[in-house]
């Protein structure tokens, strides 16, 4: 599953109504996820994460119980949510962080760096390497 809306063209891949759209790509079915737009790098596109993280949990309780939930995200909001999905289906868990977020954007200078930033993303990238060993 991913968002759909297109990061690099800025657009929607949903038509208008839709929030969701399952469609067979190579023989694997991929799930489009309606998400808040943004044009810019400002705080739409932190509400896009979250967005994303809130509609895939509600949408995905509405499905079967998977056996695995896997987390791949640049952002941690994703494997927040793939976090409770797999505790509320009992299914097993794994993140895959492929970017150490925020730190890649402090780095750029995209993001201040601060003390209770770098604190609660400390914890969240903590929590996720607990529970993927369980």
């Not at 990061?7 to 469609?23: A, H, P, Q, S, V």
Request: charged share 25%; aromatic share 14%.
């Amino acid at each position: 599953m991913a968002s759909s809306f297109d990061l690099k063209t800025r657009t929607e891949r949903l038509n208008e109504g839709e929030k969701y759209r399952i469609e067979n790509i190579n023989g694997v079915k991929f799930l489009w996820i309606r998400t808040f737009p943004y044009k810019t790098n400002d705080y739409k596109r932190f509400i896009n994460m979250i967005s994303f993280a809130i509609n895939s949990y509600k949408l995905l309780k509405k499905f079967e119980r998977p056996d695995v939930i896997i987390a791949s995200s640049v952002h941690p909001f994703t494997c927040i949510a793939g976090y409770y999905l797999a505790r509320n289906f009992n299914a097993r868990y794994i993140a895959e962080i492929r970017d150490l977020w925020p730190e890649t954007l402090i780095d750029m200078g995209a993001m201040k760096k601060t003390v209770f930033l770098q604190r609660c993303f400390m914890q969240l990238k903590s929590l996720f390497m607990i529970e993927q060993k369980r």
